[in-house]
């Protein structure tokens, strides 16, 4: 396999060699399935096809249900929020990458400049006192 990893190949398991790389029985990944915590790619026949990701989820989904005593909602909960993070990290990483786009192609000459104006201030008439 290439190290460079824009050249691998994305490698698909079926589900019996799935579970056994997570350490998993194979209906245990179909009740994940069902659940919605892990949704392998499916062939045109309905056969799930898991991923590497797929494997390294379920192996998380292992460690928080045994190691941490989570229950299979609150591991449905963390995977949502977990993706959540990633989408929104990878859109400050688009919007960061914008922003020096525009800030590269600025005019140094339309920058604003900081004033050098002198403002006097003089009080309005005041009123004696009564």
Request: charged content about 30%.
């Amino acid at each position: 396999m290439s190290s460079d990893p824009k050249k691998t190949e994305a490698q698909y398991f079926l589900i019996s060699v799935a579970a056994q790389l997570a350490g998993m029985h194979a209906q245990t990944l179909r009740t994940y399935d069902r659940l919605g915590l892990v949704s392998p790619q499916r062939t045109s026949g309905g056969g799930r096809r898991y991923s590497d990701r797929d494997v390294e989820l379920l192996r998380e989904v292992q460690r928080l249900s045994q190691d941490e005593g989570v229950n299979l909602a609150g591991i449905k909960r963390i995977i949502e929020l977990t993706k959540q993070v990633e989408e929104l990290q990878h859109r400050v990483s688009e919007l960061t990458a914008e922003l020096e786009r525009q800030r590269a192609y600025r005019p140094t000459h339309l920058t604003p400049q900081p004033s050098t104006a002198l403002v006097v201030w003089q009080p309005r008439n005041r009123r004696k006192p009564q």
